[in-house]
């Protein structure tokens, strides 16, 4: 074979292996570029800002992104069909599962709620929270949404004071 043939035969190959292959760059998604939305009132009581910050392409199905909540924002209840990781970033925060006491969350700490476990976090009255959380898709979805958590689950009486 002369040097032209090897080129092209050397091209061809790999040209096959690199469809081959899946796609095995590395991605950086960089935070300069990520967008914060005001988290929806269907989902939310009170102020907070939702910053998606990835979601990974199929095979793999796990996103998250970081949640910052002002003092006493909450989310409604919800689940999660392969359970979510909260990892907290700053301040205090509040989570419960249903029928389960309210457990003060700070920075460092790591939830872990089940798949399918009823629950809601948050900041606490006091102070704000953020927190990254981390996902799995079941089949495109991450999250079911329920009703909003009350002011008395919350652990809150009277317009704010707490119990």
Do not use: C
Not at 21 to 36: F, I, L, W
């Amino acid at each position: 074979m002369n040097t032209t043939s090897l080129v092209t035969v050397a091209a061809a190959l790999s040209a096959t292996a690199a469809f081959a292959e899946p796609d095995r760059a590395v991605k950086v998604a960089r935070s300069s570029v990520a967008t914060a939305t005001a988290g929806s009132a269907e989902n939310f009581t009170g102020s907070v800002t939702v910053q998606s910050r990835f979601q990974t392409p199929s095979p793999a199905r796990v996103g998250g992104g970081l949640v910052t909540f002002e003092p006493a924002a909450r989310t409604a209840w919800h689940t999660h069909p392969l359970g979510q990781t909260l990892i907290v970033t700053e301040g205090v925060g509040r989570v419960q599962h249903w029928d389960g006491e309210i457990e003060e969350i700070v920075p460092g700490d790591v939830v872990w709620i089940p798949p399918g476990v009823k629950h809601w976090h948050g900041a606490s009255p006091e102070s704000g929270m953020a927190h990254i959380a981390v996902a799995e898709a079941l089949d495109g979805k991450t999250v079911e949404w329920m009703e909003h958590v009350t002011d008395a689950q919350y652990g809150l009486k009277n317009g704010g004071a707490d119990e």
